[in-house]
Antibody, heavy 117, light 110 residues
């Protein structure tokens, strides 16, 4: 069965960087794009970007350009999302989600990133 | 890219129908037939309910339906049930390999 397993919660200081991982299983990793979506406490969903695990190409929301980097490791079927220059507004639950061309059909459980001094 | 506009909340009694609107622009909803809808219960990951404006993934009840007119997409829940109480988000392709979510709507079953 399709599973996306994300790394554990992180606590970071303002200005620091964070890396969140998302390990895929149960399907051919390189056949589906993986998206990152975040949700601040009590707020809505926000699209951050995606990566094509096959070639590594990416697309980022303009809001995060220059601060976010998405990469993948095909040997472990894992994608990574690095976010730098963290500020308090980046405190959120970060989800990875698989795009099947029919929408985001499978989601990870989410990784809580807390930015606090 | 601004978030798509949804009503903050809608409500209905069991068995009734509710419709959630999602308003964008000609650069997103109006320009493509790639609108999807997600249901999110508290503390859970979102679940895909509708894709490509009006298609239902396997396992989603046919009480859920989607449509689009111009720059506005809509999700209708017919025969409202208690388990439909959740937050709902629309999402649209916005060109140039970008996507945008809606502001979210809380559905309350009275």
């Amino acid at each position: 069965q399709v599973q996306l397993v994300q790394s554990g919660a992180e606590v970071k200081k303002p200005g620091a960087s964070v890396r969140v991982s998302c390990k895929a299983s149960g399907y051919t990793f390189t056949n589906y794009y993986l998206h990152w979506v975040r949700q601040a406490p009590g707020q809505g969903l926000e699209w951050m970007g995606f990566i094509n695990p096959s070639g590594g190409s990416t697309s980022y929301a303009q809001k995060f350009q220059g601060r976010v980097t998405m990469t993948r490791d095909t040997s472990t079927s894992t994608v990574y999302m690095d976010l730098s220059s963290l500020r308090s507004e980046d405190t959120a639950l970060y989800f990875c989600a698989r795009n099947s061309d029919s929408g985001l059909d499978f989601w990870g459980h989410g990784t809580l990133v807390t930015v606090s001094s | 890219q601004s978030a798509l506009t949804q009503p903050r909340s809608v409500s209905g009694s069991p068995g009734q129908s509710v419709t959630i609107s999602c308003t964008g622009t000609s650069s997103d909803i109006g320009g493509y037939s790639y609108v999807s809808w997600y249901q999110q219960h508290p503390g859970k990951a979102p679940k895909l309910m509708i894709y490509d404006v009006s298609k239902r993934p396997s396992g989603v009840p046919d009480r859920f339906s989607g449509s689009k007119s111009g720059n506005t997409a809509s999700l209708t829940i017919s025969g409202l049930q208690a388990e439909d109480e959740a937050d709902y988000y629309c999402c649209s392709y916005a060109g140039n390999y970008k996507y945008v979510f809606g502001t979210g709507t809380t559905v309350t079953v009275l």
